[in-house]
């Protein structure tokens, strides 16, 4: 038991760790190589036209964008 309670203390030392340092530096999370941008490719899928779901979510977030009550 006593491992346990160890183990435990030792996770939640570095848990807190991390949270000190997000909130002290205020930076987002990125990742290391820059991702997909840094290979110029648009969209993960690198096809010429989205899938019908993602047509549908775009044209939802279309029509909100065009309908904002200011």
Known sequence: MTIFFLT???F?????????????????????CGGLGELN????CDCDKPC??????MAK???WQDNKII
Not at 52 to 57: A, I, L, P, S
């Open 61 to 63: 977030e279309k029509f």
């Open 12 to 32: 939640l030392l570095v848990v807190v760790a991390m949270a000190a340092g997000y909130i002290l530096q205020r930076k987002t999370l990125a990742g290391s």
């Open 8 to 10: 435990f203390g030792l």
């Open 52 to 57: 019908e779901k993602r047509q549908k979510r």
């Open 41 to 44: 490719i648009e969209k993960a």
